[in-house]
């Protein structure tokens, strides 16, 4: 389970990330959630199958049928498929709930591709300029809030099914 951490102005002042060059922390995935905005696209790639949860579906992209095992990243990392799902394109940020079940921006503390400091010669982006998050990071943000709307009309549309 990847250790995350909400992103804090102050605490992750001197945090950067760099865009990932490989999937290979999507190796272990047999399926990944989908929302409805992408099922058009993710079809193409592998088959959609509705994963069933408590009181309701959800929507998964079948990428492998042995536990631990990601049949559309290569042995080097690279995408096989051709439609990457919103999940991985974030990738190492996501939306979580807080403890006042408010989603927030969070990030994958033990990714490889954020650094506490800054490395000499990196492409590294900064979580924070000034006292606010960066023009990169506020993207990331609206791109995860889009895709968190998605989810909202997926969940709705997953809950008419189960009622049906």
Same mark, same amino acid.
């Given at each position: ?17 760099? @865009? ?5 922390? #999507?190796?272990?995935?047999?399926? &990944?959630? /989908?929302?409805?905005? *992408?099922?058009? %696209?993710?079809?193409?790639?592998? @088959? ?5 949860? #408590?009181?309701?579906?959800?929507? &998964?992209? /079948?990428?492998?049928? *042995?536990?631990? %095992?990601?049949?559309?990243?290569? @042995? ?89």
């Amino acid at each position: 389970m990847p250790q995350l951490e909400a992103v804090s102005k102050s605490k992750h002042a001197n945090h950067h990330w760099v @865009p990932y060059t490989h999937y290979h922390f #999507a190796a272990a995935d047999p399926f &990944v959630i /989908l929302t409805v905005s *992408e099922f058009q %696209k993710a079809a193409v790639a592998a @088959p959609i199958v509705f994963r069933q949860m #408590a009181d309701s579906f959800q929507p &998964v992209l /079948l990428q492998g049928i *042995e536990n631990g %095992k990601n049949l559309l990243v290569g @042995p080097r990392g690279h995408w096989l498929g051709e439609y990457v799902p919103a999940y991985y394109r974030s990738h190492p940020f996501c939306l979580a709930l807080n403890e006042n079940q408010q989603r927030v921006l969070c990030f994958h503390a033990d990714s490889e591709f954020v650094m506490a400091e800054v490395q000499e010669g990196s492409e590294a982006r900064p979580f924070i300029k000034g006292a606010e998050w960066s023009g990169e990071l506020s993207e990331v943000a609206q791109f995860l809030n889009a895709v968190d709307v998605n989810r909202q009309q997926t969940e709705k549309l997953m809950a008419l099914f189960q009622e049906l």
